[in-house]
T-cell receptor, first 114, second 110 residues
């Protein structure tokens, strides 16, 4: 049973470009969460999605960031017009229900904006 | 903001028990105590959680004080692979949002 798969593991973008981060939840999991970890800081909740629905995006920056979890395919975190401050590790987690005790995290995508 | 306070760092010798404390003096009656850890640059890993009673699983034990204002995570026989940042989180079981603080950086020495 494969765990939560994130790709790419490392992503380098120039300022102003778009970054697309993908997350495939564990088999049978229909809840996906995205977290961001700035250098030397703890993880911060960004968004909670179920299939085709955004349940809670209270942690998402108001501009340039969006997330989706389509009926088919992985969840996507999209960052438009990236800036240096977007450089961070982005972690995805999934769970079968909204029980965080069963939240399994992926290995993360490390975004570097140059 | 995190509702917990933890020491910034700790160390222990390999093979010995590692006892990681956490204060959560404002915990409410329906909030659980969760522990996660993050090994260098990897995604967080769930360890254990509890409400009132002490809990044990294959990874660790969780001791919660009677007044629930503090708890201790115990790794009974620490190994070098247990070197990580350990996060103590309090939250309602129905809540999906994990609020990570700064955690405790545990270094297991050979």
């Amino acid at each position: 049973n494969a765990g939560v798969m994130q790709n790419p593991r490392h992503l380098v973008r120039r300022r102003g470009q778009e970054a697309r981060l993908r997350c495939s939840p564990m088999k049978g999991h229909s809840h996906v969460y995205w977290y961001r970890q700035l250098p030397e800081e703890g993880l911060k909740f960004m968004v909670y999605l179920q299939k085709e629905n955004i349940i809670d995006e209270s942690g998402m920056p108001k501009e340039r960031f969006s997330a989706e979890f389509p009926k088919e395919g992985p969840s996507i975190l999209r960052i438009q017009q990236v800036v240096r401050g977007d450089s961070a590790a982005y972690f995805c987690a999934s769970s079968p229900l909204d029980l965080k005790a069963e939240a399994f995290f992926g290995q993360g995508t490390r975004l570097t904006v140059v | 903001d995190a509702k917990t306070t933890q020491p910034t760092s700790m160390d222990c010798a390999e093979g010995r028990a590692a006892n990681l404390p956490c204060n959560h003096s404002t915990i409410s009656g329906n909030e659980y105590v969760y522990w996660y850890r993050q090994i260098h640059s990897q995604g967080p890993q769930y360890i254990i959680h509890g409400l009132k009673n002490n809990e044990t699983n294959e990874m660790a034990s969780l001791i919660i004080t009677e007044d629930r204002k503090s708890s201790t995570l115990i790794l009974p026989h620490a190994t070098l692979r247990d070197t990580a940042v350990y996060y103590c989180i309090v939250s309602e079981d129905s809540s999906y949002k994990l609020i990570f603080g700064s955690g405790t950086r545990l270094l297991v020495r050979p």
